[in-house]
């Protein structure tokens, strides 16, 4: 059963804050002043590699080149190497706004979640998906959590981490994705949450 966990829940609203939205110099200041590694909820011998590259990145890497690897993997401009909305992998056009987006919307209306997303974007980000885990564990709502996980997320997640990985020109976004990956398997295993396959529609990576 899925349990809350302040550590888990700050490392996934961390991982949204990273994903949803661009580099910030403000934010970056704030996170290296902490012991954001020393804290982060599993300390596997992978997780700590992982974790010890992002941070080199973070503090090694010019502002501009984390902001440039954040637009060419999300946003573009042009065709973006690693779309951060479900929908792209599970509808078979990859449209956006497709069938998943609309039942992880229904989902989070069900369960009174209210959400104000930037620009009217789909609702399946993976950052949003992210905040709502965290949402969801800290209320306590284990079978909402484990639902989100293994119908919402986890079914095309690993597609999109493994192109953040493959395309990623940092060891930064290169190691969010991997940290994201790793921390939900934890989590999945921990709850013993079972994965829902759904049909993935996706360019080989290549």
Known sequence: MLTSNPSIEASLRLLHRWFL???????INQVQQTRWTDEWP?????????????DASLRDDAFA???????????GPGRALAYPWGSVYTDKDNL???ATSTRFQHFCQQRGIELTLVGNQPWDHIGVQ????AELLQQGQSQAAAELLGEHLLPWAPTFFSLVK?????????????????TLAQI????QVTVQPLPIHCPQIG
Do not use: C, N, W
């Not at 999945?188 to 709850?191: F, L, R, Y």
């Open 65 to 75: 080149v984390l902001e440039r690897d954040y637009y060419r993997l999300f946003l």
């Open 42 to 54: 599993y300390q596997t011998a992978a997780i700590v590699t992982v974790l010890t590259q992002t």
């Open 188 to 191: 999945a295993e921990q709850g």
């Open 130 to 133: 992210l905040a709502v885990l």
């Open 21 to 27: 939205f661009k580099p910030e110099q403000d934010f």
């Open 166 to 182: 493959h395309h990623g020109g940092t060891d930064f976004y290169r190691g969010v994705a991997e940290l994201a990956e790793l």
């Open 96 to 98: 956006l706004f497709g």
